[in-house]
């Protein structure tokens, strides 16, 4: 890749703004600098592309032919640049609730609820951010954190989201092809599929089915739930599936239960919040929305 050499900022925006008023008294007023600064910049300008931009009079400035038609592409390059900086950094954190979720749970679970919030509560700006692990909350980043765990967070509120049932999860495909999966003990002849960052996995699931017989470890790692289903999808192996997550999988058919054993877990999805420090306006309604539709879904009740 060619590095290509660019004039400093500082000289872009003083000729930018001179031109715009053209006037180094008045570019100087408005970037904060003296006259004799702008002079400077917008002459060391010059002196990179070696082309005068200004025709200097006695009382005011004139763009040269190369000035006027070097402006729009200076005044295009900062409107893109703050455009790029809006896009990606959107509004003041101060105005934006921003939220961070595992990118699993987002998916699976926030996603296909989010229309709800938006719909009840439409100008309420809100920033969805994922994350695969376990993070340390990040306070000056964001307000509401999603976490996986035993809700023991010292220092915040944590509110439990889900109740978690676990469950192998398979591709039709590979009930009908391959090697046989009529009895737990005959995950030996097939490949596990684990999502690392989780305490609670096949080695418990095979503890409750009572099978002695199957390697635990076997098989391979992924870092998200959505990785795993996808690839037991496609008869790559069994996914060990969380309830709250594993929902749209088995109602688009894409995977099914070969067993009616379910686990419950002790581990599940907490939002948390500082219990320092001023709350967001928006993170309370935020919370009871979020509490509210996890309480309403019949698949994620207390046991």
Same mark, same amino acid.
């Given at each position: 890749?060619?590095?290509?050499?660019?004039?400093?900022?500082?000289?872009?925006?003083? &000729?930018?703004?001179?031109?715009?008023?053209?006037?180094?008294?008045?570019?100087?007023?408005?970037?904060?600098?003296?006259?004799?600064?702008?002079?400077?910049?917008? $002459?060391?300008?010059?002196?990179?592309?070696?082309?005068?931009?200004?025709?200097?009079?006695? /009382?005011?400035?004139?763009?040269?032919?190369?000035?006027?038609?070097?402006?729009? $592409?200076?005044?295009?390059?900062?409107?893109?640049?703050?455009?790029?900086?809006?896009?990606?950094? @959107?509004?003041?954190?101060?105005?934006?609730?921003?939220?961070?979720?595992?990118?699993?749970?987002? !998916?699976?679970?926030?996603?296909?609820?989010?229309?709800? &919030?938006?719909?009840?509560?439409?100008?309420?700006?809100?920033?969805?951010?994922?994350?695969?692990?376990?993070?340390?909350?990040?306070?000056?980043? &964001?307000?509401?954190?999603?976490?996986?765990?035993? @809700?023991?967070?010292? @220092?915040?509120?944590?509110?439990?989201?889900?109740?978690?049932?676990?469950?192998?999860?398979?591709?039709?495909?590979?009930?009908?092809?391959?090697?046989?999966?009529?009895?737990?003990?005959?995950?030996?002849?097939?490949? #596990?599929?684990?999502?690392?960052?989780?305490?609670?996995?096949?080695?418990?699931?095979?503890?409750?089915?009572?099978?002695?017989?199957?390697?635990?470890?076997?098989?391979?790692?992924?870092?998200?739930?959505? #990785? !795993?289903?996808?690839?037991?999808?496609?008869?790559?192996?069994?996914?060990? @599936?969380?309830?709250?997550?594993?929902?749209?999988?088995?109602?688009?058919?894409?995977?099914?239960?070969?067993?009616?054993?379910?686990? /419950?877990?002790?581990?599940? &999805?907490?939002?948390?919040?500082?219990?320092?420090?001023?709350?967001?306006?928006?993170?309370?309604?935020?919370?009871?929305?979020? #509490?509210?539709?996890?309480?309403?879904?019949?698949?994620?009740?207390?046991?």
């Amino acid at each position: 890749m060619t590095v290509r050499r660019l004039p400093h900022l500082s000289w872009l925006r003083a &000729f930018e703004a001179s031109a715009r008023h053209l006037s180094f008294t008045n570019a100087a007023q408005e970037l904060n600098l003296t006259q004799a600064a702008i002079s400077k910049q917008v $002459k060391l300008l010059e002196q990179y592309l070696r082309e005068p931009l200004f025709e200097r009079k006695p /009382r005011s400035l004139a763009l040269t032919k190369v000035g006027a038609a070097y402006l729009p $592409k200076i005044r295009d390059g900062f409107e893109r640049l703050a455009a790029g900086t809006e896009e990606v950094f @959107g509004n003041r954190r101060s105005e934006v609730l921003t939220v961070r979720a595992p990118v699993g749970y987002s !998916v699976a679970w926030i996603a296909p609820r989010m229309t709800s &919030f938006l719909t009840d509560h439409p100008d309420i700006p809100i920033r969805l951010v994922s994350s695969v692990w376990g993070e340390q909350f990040d306070k000056e980043r &964001f307000d509401l954190d999603i976490q996986y765990g035993t @809700g023991r967070w010292p @220092g915040f509120r944590s509110d439990r989201l889900t109740w978690e049932v676990l469950e192998p999860l398979c591709a039709p495909q590979t009930l009908s092809a391959g090697p046989p999966l009529k009895t737990p003990s005959d995950l030996k002849h097939h490949r #596990l599929l684990h999502v690392m960052g989780y305490e609670e996995g096949w080695a418990n699931w095979l503890r409750a089915a009572r099978v002695t017989d199957v390697n635990a470890g076997q098989g391979i790692q992924c870092d998200t739930s959505l #990785l !795993v289903f996808e690839i037991a999808a496609k008869g790559g192996g069994i996914a060990l @599936g969380r309830s709250s997550m594993s929902g749209p999988m088995l109602d688009a058919g894409r995977l099914l239960r070969p067993f009616d054993i379910a686990v /419950r877990l002790q581990e599940a &999805f907490y939002l948390n919040s500082p219990e320092d420090g001023r709350e967001h306006p928006d993170a309370t309604i935020f919370r009871d929305w979020l #509490l509210a539709q996890s309480r309403a879904d019949p698949s994620n009740q207390p046991r």
